[in-house]
């Protein structure tokens, strides 16, 4: 065995190589293993987050913002452009740059805060000597060892029965990020976080997009306001989305992929696309894991069973991310990182999950954190509802943008805020404010005495708390 470690993480995903940064910070010697490839062969850590999900996603979504200003907005602005294009190409090269940018930028920070890096695949070996043989199968296999585990191998991409990827025409969130050109019929099975950030992107550059969902209800985890704002907007910039459908059979053939489903009404549809995104969700990661050499649990799910604070069932073996339970987001895996790290020190990390937010990166944006009127209805709390059109802010106007409106509900008795529901302008920057204000227990009251800059887009959010007492200054 050539080296002994501390900690070994595996995988350098959001939740892995933050959990290795932080044990570093708390004194152990730390590893830290990860197989990702870039197109030269090299490291390239960041997991899907960074190779082939939040950031190159976001990338995408910017270039094509910038062009449906260009072909749709600039002419409000006197901002005459003549003929505008798009060179697909160089809108994906340049998202490869910012995905490289941040594989180095991990590279660098794991270095920086003395993280052995390995590149290659990480598996148990044997249970040995109070911790455990981890074997590392890269350009050059070798075995370490490890006193505590930390596994945070991250999720794949769920298929749809008989409709395998085949990453070219049709796709997985890894496919979707590498279309070389613009589709002239774009079809996504499941209106989910991928599937409308990728149909937006796509629909931007020209792509007649179709979505179809199986839930009879769209976005049915967010408020429901604000999933009825939503449809209305997506289906008015050109989305067509269709809820309720059954898939009956896919086929993938050279001209394209033709999807045979039921609708909503019970009516029997085909519809033809060039492309077809599956995007139902994603499954644990533990391929290659070998858990079952050291008798690590997983569950009827293939997630690896933990408890509150990501311990498994075997001693100084932790899991964190999308590989357990809870919700897949990068930035919740960063905090079972941080938080196991701690633990592992004999620290007291914490995770809330009920001050995770999640965003959707659409046009508009979508954030919340905290519980839904909906859920709030089902577990019969009483509570009171403030809500502020970007309509009525003066920055929003200013933008050019006042799509959408911030909600905050409060218990009716304390005020304290219990879910913050954002869809319009950068939501996903204002929804910090709103987890920042439940994390501290914060009620209505406290943000709508808060001095917020004017003029900004988070005074909508102030203005939201002032209607939570019906007492809003704007409207």
């Known amino acids: 065995m050539s080296q002994a470690f501390d900690v070994v993480v595996i995988g350098a995903g959001p939740g892995g190589y933050i959990a290795a940064i932080r044990a570093a910070q708390l004194g152990f010697k730390v590893a830290c293993i990860d197989e990702w490839k870039n197109t030269a062969g090299g490291p390239a850590p960041g997991g899907t987050c960074t190779n082939v999900g939040c950031i190159p996603s976001k990338a995408l979504l910017q270039s094509s913002e910038h062009f449906e200003h260009a072909t749709h907005h600039f002419a409000d602005h006197g901002i005459s452009t003549g003929k505008v294009t798009m060179d697909v190409a160089k ?27 390995f590149h290659g695949r990480g598996s148990f070996v044997a249970a040995a000597d109070g911790g455990y043989q981890i074997k590392v199968a890269g350009a050059a296999e070798e075995v370490i060892a490890a006193k505590q585990v930390i596994v945070a191998t991250g999720s794949n991409a769920r298929a749809l029965p008989g409709a395998e990827f085949d ?11 590498r279309v070389g050109a613009v589709p002239k019929k774009l079809g996504v099975i499941g209106s989910g976080v991928i599937g409308l950030e990728m149909g937006s992107v796509w629909r931007r550059l020209g792509a007649e997009v179709v979505v179809l969902e199986a839930m009879p209800a769209f976005l049915p985890a967010a408020d429901e306001g604000v999933a009825k704002e939503a449809l209305k907007v997506f289906t ?61 649990q997983l569950d009827e799910r293939g997630a690896i069973m933990v408890d509150a604070d990501c311990r498994t069932n075997l001693p100084g073996v932790w899991a964190v991310g999308d ?47 905290g519980k839904t009127e909906q859920q709030l209805k089902a577990e019969g709390v009483a509570y009171k509802a403030g809500q502020f059109p970007f309509l009525a802010n003066g920055r929003a106007r200013a933008l050019g943008d006042t799509t959408g409106f911030v909600k905050i509900v409060a218990d009716a008795a304390s005020d304290e805020i219990l879910g913050v529901h954002i869809i319009g302008p950068q939501a996903s920057e204002l929804i910090a404010e709103a987890v920042m204000a439940m994390e501290f227990r914060a009620s209505a009251e406290d943000i709508a005495r808060i001095c917020h800059a004017h003029p900004s887009l988070s005074e909508s959010t102030k203005e939201a708390a002032l209607a939570v007492d019906k007492r809003t200054l704007n409207f």
């Open 91 to 117: 809108m994906m090269a340049r998202k490869d740059g910012v995905v490289k940018q941040n594989n180095d930028g991990i590279l660098y920070l794991l270095k920086k805060n003395k993280v052995t890096f």
């Open 167 to 177: 990453e070219v025409n049709v796709l997985s969130n890894d496919g979707a990020l």
């Open 236 to 296: 008015k910039q050109g989305l067509k989305i269709e809820l309720g459908v059954k898939i009956a059979e896919i086929k993938n053939g050279k001209k394209g992929v033709s999807v045979a489903y039921t609708n909503a009404k019970g009516e029997a549809q085909e519809l033809a696309v060039d492309k077809l995104i599956v995007s139902i969700g994603r499954v644990a990661n533990t391929i290659g894991l070998n858990p079952e050499a050291v008798g690590l």
């Open 323 to 369: 590989v357990v339970r809870g919700p897949m987001l990068a930035h919740k895996a960063e905090e079972e990182g941080v938080a196991v790290a701690e633990r592992i020190a004999g620290q007291h990390g914490h995770v809330n999950f009920n001050t995770i937010p999640y965003v959707i990166y659409t046009s508009p944006e979508i954030a919340w954190v």
